[in-house]
């Protein structure tokens, strides 16, 4: 009986040798190591896509609000002004520095520009840099984005030409 015992320890100790028993612990560790390989790149994807997102959002803003507020302005000069800060407003509201007076552009139906019943058509257009892009890979890599956003918007027919 003994021998049995010895014959089967002996095996035993044969079967856990092959399983390899002196690796426990170890599927944690690798576990731990390929989820963080993985997380981070995914988070660097939500990140980079929540910052094209909120950009996109500002232009389309911009350019609805610069459009309404010109619509609205007494004179083209005021409006354009008034334009420029409503840019400027939009992105920041979303935590994007941008120059109003670079990022808008409008074009006129009719001359003058708040001509009674025309049409006023503005695009917002900015580079948006992507978070955490590092300054020495802006050469290999693009570190920015270029966001767009038209709008039409229609001067009042019964608006009082001043």
Not at 13 to 28: H, Q, T
Not at 54 to 81: K, N
């Amino acid at each position: 009986m003994n021998s049995e015992r010895r014959d089967l320890r002996r095996a035993w100790a044969a079967v856990r040798s092959r399983l390899g028993e002196g690796e426990r612990g170890s599927a944690v560790v690798e576990f731990l190591g390929v989820s963080l390989l993985m997380l981070v790149p995914i988070v660097y994807l939500i990140l980079t896509l929540a910052q094209i997102q909120a950009s996109g959002f500002a232009a389309e803003g911009a350019a609805r609000e610069a459009g309404r507020v010109l619509a609205g302005a007494e004179t083209f000069e005021q409006g354009l002004t008034a334009a420029h800060l409503a840019v400027e407003l939009s992105f920041a509201d979303q935590g994007i520095a941008v120059d109003g007076a670079q990022a808008l552009q409008i074009r006129c139906q009719h001359e003058p520009c708040l001509t009674p019943g025309s049409y006023l058509y503005i695009s917002v257009r900015t580079d948006v840099g992507l978070p955490g892009m590092p300054a020495m890979l802006s050469g290999t890599l693009p570190s920015v984005t270029q966001v767009q956003a038209d709008a039409m918007t229609a001067i009042p027919r019964y608006r009082e030409v001043g």
